[in-house]
């Protein structure tokens, strides 16, 4: 079993930056590949990026690239979203996931956290 906590959401203007962490526990966190979703009201979870497990290569929603950058720190067992050139259609619950394969597919990512929110006013 995996447990996920994210944390660093919150209220920013438009144009402003966060940075989202997620620690993760529970099985071995560099045999993972990670995801970073999103869900904003009345509208589906999509996809945001993910990390593959060893190489690190990242893979981005075609909203943020080029805005959000994925990264993880296999020692620390956490992955990170960094978010500049924040936007109002930013606003949304952000989740990190775990995945036994490398895929963009919410279905296939197995354990998931709570979510930590981000407000992005303008």
């Known amino acids: 079993q995996v447990q996920l906590v994210e944390s660093g959401g919150g209220l920013v203007q438009a144009g402003g930056s966060l940075r989202l962490s997620c620690v993760a526990s529970?099985?071995?966190?560099?045999?993972?590949?990670m995801g970073w979703f999103r869900q904003a009201p009345g509208k589906e979870r999509e996809f945001v990026a993910a990390i593959r497990r060893s190489s690190g290569t990242p893979w981005y929603a075609e909203s943020v690239k080029g805005r959000f950058t994925i990264s993880r720190d296999n020692a620390e067992n956490t992955v990170y979203l960094q978010m500049n050139r924040l936007q109002s259609e930013d606003t949304a619950r952000y989740y990190c996931?775990?995945?036994?394969?490398?895929?963009?597919?919410?279905?296939?990512?197995?354990?998931w956290g709570q979510g930590t929110q981000v407000t992005v006013s303008s």
């Open positions: 529970g099985g071995t966190f560099s045999s993972y590949y």
């Open positions: 996931a775990v995945a036994s394969g490398w895929t963009e597919d919410e279905r296939l990512y197995d354990y």
